[in-house]
């Protein structure tokens, strides 16, 4: 018996290589750091980096692999690949941006141990299969969070951003295990489909049942910034270096959605499809198009009038946190791969914006609109694939932000959901506008720049790495989008 | 090779001018000339081939003609679906000759010119996408990607308040194509199998119900009234044509126009007949809107490019009056006056340009007794000013009439009206020759050069084709009239 166990470890952890990978890094550069002078230290980025490539071609290796593991309490399927792969390709940039940037000290080992536990939490998430696992995961990827938004050198707003973020996110994790709790109350599992089937013959308790769907879904409009819990990501994004906001921009926002998505899914799936037709949980949908239209409105509009690029950004991840809502409340099919979608090329324009901003602040200058002024024709590449990346968040053909809105877009359309998709519409026409703001100052105001600027190798590459593939998922996305519709096979 | 072309006629035309503007991207920008042939060159071929096009096509086909499909996304049965027919023959003729002069009236855009050359490529290949696409979705990206060049044309090289003018053009037009996007989003899962086929989707029309044909149909006019601009969308026009440079200006006047009315008679005629017929008389007031405030507001101009901006609303209006008709001439003439309207507005922006480029500014009131210091200029303004005004034995008057033969026949009392913008269009072009070339000359201008060689061939061949249409049509309505009476029989037959 106890031969057999260990049997099943062994493969178990087999499976689990991804993740053993990046818990061996974190070790590693522990090691390291502590063994290293820091004046040797020049190279330690490469460490981190090297691990999560390694993590990285594994996952893609084991991409088809479905099974559960350790005693069914993870769900290895297409599905969690697909968000492990997004883990750790934005862990992968939030290292070399963090190597580039002056924000952050290159030599300390911690912002980068930091990473690559958010990046563990996030490797975690999408494959969690009950509650515990769940809540644990997510605070394992938020509590390094807290950690990196205050890392900034000699920022005291940045030390303010990080006891901001770690206060709302301490009080919403606390919402969000009020509700498992409810939730195990009612149905005495903590197995997400054992949970589904017992939601399913629970007669009474409905009531609590939706109780507890709003307290989880308020833990995830917190990971998401999604309204009414979005108060914290604009003062966060802007104290925290550049890199990291970069970083927890998409992070957090993947894992959110990735967990979402399963539970909800697993609520509507074949056996349980009667569930969506009660009477309480038929409003769900309404429920999440509501806070979508909210989200993306609020975001949009409160960036028209920043000054900071930073905060601008900040807000407009919001907003498309409220787009990507939109996919989960059409609840179908196209709903969610227009998520995957978005998700995917979301973190290349999202990040290579914010690397625009990190490469500017790191040379001292401020993160305000004025600092990009006539930038464009003193660098082309930063100018262009900064276009590239803001053209494609406003969702611009040939761009890959551009089929993440018309599958988003199709997801409301075909569950007719008219007055959703005028606001989305409407909303992306507004975007349109502080967006051009910065291509506006980048290329039009003035035509020469008296500064001059140019980028390290390192800087370009990191910039066209990320532009590749914002344009060609707007161009080529049969290929790659054979590759998402696997990731929802499992359902 | 021949055969090779001739698979690939269409991908060639639209995509050559993109591997232009890949191309002047690497030639180092003090190379000025280098660049400049380049270019050149790259709008060159797209003209032979536009050429051998409009020799080529069969003109008793309706339908479409050297037709390209390829699957392009298949999961979502998107095409790379490109084809040509009598509607889009004499578009896509206007779009590479224009795009092929424009090259020669940018010669003297220094400042930036590798990237003003390559977004000016790249603008080509969006233009010529438009009128070739026969799939929506590959449509909608085209329609796009014409659209994010023209604001860096504009905002990067225009006039002072050129920023203002840019946003404010790409504000707009991003608006009514998202009304574009959720319509054709609506067709595509309206259809089962879901598609994106235009053909198709026509030949499905009976299917939509007449409510949401209504609804739909004006999400698409809205879309494609705000590129043509009608009234009340024309706002954004004047800015971007008075900041816009020259070639810039004949390019947008000349072609981008164009695809608003392309539009209505490609997507909005075939596609909802109900919605178009419901429509009609709709449409023809917003063409007689058009046609008198255009005119009524060009002669309040002092500035020679706003007038002749507010000259293209007017003259865009025609289109619209004659489309309504769904009379055969009226149909043909509305059509026709798009390739007219193209040749003639092209005539008038370089004209606006040469002065410009002499006296750096473009008051009307501040010239006086140009004929005598510039004598070949002034011949060929009178020339365009005559087409203009719909003179006969000059392209503009063909259309013009055909549209007002098709107006009194369907609408008498609104055709009547419109017909006083004849003489409102005389009055204030008339008035403009006589402003700046008649009378006493203005000493400060005594030594103003006359029209040079580049800027004479900029304007000649337009000419050329001026009086030619005018005196004999045949070639140009011909080739479009089978399919134009295809699409009348499909939007009149419900």
Known sequence: ?491 | MEEFIGANLLTLITFIPLLGAVIVLFIPRDKLNAIRWTSAFFTFIPLLLGIYLFINFDRNVPGLQFVVRKPWIPQFNVEYYMGIDGLSVLMVLLTVLLSFLCIFASWGIEKGAKAYFSLFLLLETGMLGVFLAMDFFLFYVFWEVGLFPMYFLIGIWGGPRREYAAIKFFLYTLLGSLFMLVTMLILYFHNTPHTFDIPKLIEMRSSYPVELQRILWLALYIAFAIKVPVFPFHTWLPDAHVEAPTPISVILAGILLKMGTYGILRFNFPLFPHGTQYFASFLAYMGVINMIYGALTAMAQRDMKKLVAYSSISHMGYCLLGMASFKESGVIGGALQMFNHGTITAMLFLIVGVIYDRAHHRDIDRFGGLAVQMPVYSGIVALAFFAAMGLPGLNGFISEILVFIGGIKAFPIRTIVSVSTVVITAAYLLWTIHRMFLGKLNEKYKDLPDINGRELFTLVPLGIIVIFVGIYPPPVINIMRETLLSIIKIATGG
Request: a positive charge; proline letters at 3%.
């Open chain 1, 1 to 491: 018996m106890s031969n057999l166990f260990t049997l099943n470890l062994l493969k178990d952890l087999r499976i689990f290589a991804p993740e053993l990978i990046v818990l061996i890094t974190i070790l590693f550069t522990l090691i390291i750091e502590l063994l290293v002078k820091r004046d040797d230290r020049k190279y330690l980025w490469t460490i981190p980096l090297i691990g999560l490539l390694g993590a990285f071609t594994v996952l893609l290796y084991g991409y088809e692999i479905k099974t559960k593991i350790f005693s069914f309490n993870l769900y290895i399927d297409t599905f969690s690949s697909f968000f492990r792969l997004i883990a750790c390709l934005s862990g992968i940039l939030a290292v070399l941006l963090s190597h580039l940037s002056s924000e952050i000290d290159d030599r300390d080992g911690e912002p980068y141990i930091a990473i690559l536990t958010v990046v563990l939490g996030m490797l975690i998430i999408p494959s969690a299969g009950n509650l515990l696992i769940i809540y644990l995961a997510f605070e394992m990827m938020s509590l390094p969070s807290y950690l990196l938004t205050s890392m900034h050198i000699r920022s005291y707003p940045s030390k303010e951003a990080g006891i901001k973020y770690l206060l709302f996110g301490a009080v919403s994790s606390g919402i969000m295990l009020y509700g498992f709790s409810i939730l195990y109350g009612i149905t005495g599992q903590i197995d997400i489909n054992a949970i589904k089937v017992a939601l399913h013959y629970l007669e009474t308790k409905r009531a609590f049942g939706i109780l507890s769907f709003l307290l989880i879904s308020a833990g995830m409009f917190f990971k998401i910034a999604a309204f009414p819990f979005y108060f914290w990501s604009p003062d966060a994004y802007q104290g925290a270096p550049t890199p990291v906001a970069g970083f927890l921009s998409i992070g957090p926002k993947a894992a959110g959605f990735s967990f979402m998505i399963r539970f909800i899914l697993s609520a509507i799936s074949e056996e349980t499809g009667e569930l969506w037709r009660d009477e309480l949980w038929g409003q769900i949908p309404q429920y999440i198009a509501f806070i979508s239209a909210v989200t993306m409105t609020i975001g949009n509009l409160a960036a028209l009038n920043q000054r900071s690029v930073k905060r601008m950004l900040a807000y407009s991840s919001i907003a498309h946190a409220g787009y990507m809502l939109i996919g989960l409340s059409a609840m179908n099919k196209i709903g969610i791969h227009a998520i995957f979608f978005y998700i995917l090329v979301y973190l290349f324009m999202n990040l290579g914006a914010f690397a625009s901003i990190s490469y500017l602040t790191s040379r001292g200058m401020k993160d305000d609109l004025d600092s990009y002024k006539g930038i464009g024709w003193a660098s082309p590449v930063f100018g262009v694939t900064t276009t590239i990346f803001l053209f494609s968040l406003v969702g611009i053909p040939p761009l890959g932000g551009f089929v993440g809105k018309v599958l988003i877009f199709s997801s409301a359309i075909k569950e007719k959901m008219w007055v959703l998709v005028i606001i989305g519409v409407l909303n992306s026409v507004v975007s349109l506008y502080y967006y051009a703001l910065i291509v506006k100052k980048m290329f039009l105001e003035s035509f020469s720049s008296e500064k001059e600027f140019k980028l390290l190798f390192l800087e370009s590459l990191l910039l066209i790495i990320c532009a590749i593939p914002v344009v060609f998922l707007g161009i080529f996305w049969g290929k790659p989008f054979i590759f998402l519709e696997r990731a929802l096979n499992m359902f």
